[in-house]
């Protein structure tokens, strides 16, 4: 999820590492000021540093969707315990979850042709971001009848809700992160933001699970439905201050996204000019690529609870560590390509490439270690880690390179949890998060390059297809109830092999478009 284009220069271990968020880097390119925009404004634009004031105020968003979509996965097995469920029953969790996400962007999408243009550029970027925390805050006060009445469909409900609030929040805050500062640092800085997401997702099971179970040292075991009502009414209290703090803010209001202007071809003549976005293959094939890559990252964290409950005799009340590690090797992943963000020179940039992804797992054992959980029996992480930096290098800076290597350790990954078992297995699957740590960026920029003036159509469609989190988790929870836990684990080994599939078949529907992806990387594109 990064964008901006840097100058040309010689290739270097960060430009590797940044590749992987190749997506935003193209919308960055087509960022125009709006044409009552004076030339000394285009000229500071082009010039000013990061607004690091602003930003620090817009990436509080980030870390609420973070902490909310981790947290989900302790609720999992609360509602799965409290209501008596089956393994595919407790991850509509999920469903109503992501699904949420897909229906927000269809009532934007409804409403914005309802009153005849688009809806933030009628309210305002930042209201709009306001407006969806107030939405979110919404769902998390449903959980008090909720846990009052015992009803599962009523927590549901809220969830959902909470999901609404949160796709009207992406829609907004991701070309915000664009603009607040020099289009040429865009990439790094929403990469920045994604960082702070996963410190969301690391911290997130930890700090609810402290809230429902009570302390590890305490020995809080059971959990009850009304134990569930306090974490998530203090949060939607959050909500509403940080939309009220951001609605004061300095952080800007109206920005101006131009239409396509310019190409990343090398030969414009093979460049398709198709009236909808659906006549190019490298989407259509592209929105399915991110509702199973969503899914596979979502299913496998997902199921993890019951897995180590099932096969390793783990308590409830002790997965959070392990929940946390899958969602902070996303943050390990993504921290990686964080360092083209700060004013440094080249040399220190790639000191920093190499140190993130370490200092990132730092946190996540001195977060651990905090709330008093086992954080030895992690420290062997570090050599899985230093894989995936191997397999980010070996990409040299192309997309469809990446999203192959990565897939193929995913499923290498998922194969190995499957067939051991114990500490290895449960590492195994856990791995899956740093694999699934840049695939986001890498399917959007295949998927919208070349799109011309109909990136932005194609752009909400993929956004849609977030509804994969939850659709693809209550696929494995099926399979879970049939094959047993562990063997369900095939499924995301398929979601995986269709990513594979596609990173090779889209290098070659670009080429026939006249588009050669390496020499874009080379440039400096994407």
Known sequence: MAAGNGTPASPSIARRVRAGCAAVHWFSRRLRPTPQTSREENNNMATQQTRWSQFGVLITVFFFWGFVAASNDILIPVFKTAFGLTHAQSQLVSVAFYVAYTVGSIIYFLVSMFVGGDVLNRIGYKNGIALGLVISAVGTLL????ANLGSFNLMLAGLFIVGLGFSLQQIAANPLAIVMGDPHTGSQRLTMAGGVNNFGTTIGPLLVSVAIFGSVAAGGTEASIESVKTPYLVLGLAFILVAVFLKFSSVPDRIDLDQVTESEAQDNSKLLHKSSAFGYPQLVLGMLAIFVYVGVEVSTVANLPAYLQESMGISTSSVAPYVSLYWASLMIGRWTGAAGAFNVGASA???????????????FLAVNAIAKHEVSQFLGYVFVIALMILATLASRGSPARMLLYFAICGIAALLIGMFTTGKASAVAFISVGLF??????CIFALSITGLGKHTNQGSSLLIMMIMGGGIVSWIQGMAADSIGMQMSYIVGVACFAYLAIYALLTVGILRSQGIDLDKISADGGH
Not at 143 to 146: G, S
Not at 349 to 363: E, N, Q, S, Y
């Open 436 to 441: 699934c740590s840049t695939m986001w960026p």
């Open 143 to 146: 959980f008090y009848p909720a």
């Open 349 to 363: 940039k790639r000191l920093l490439t190499l140190i993130l992804p370490f200092l990132a797992f730092g946190v």
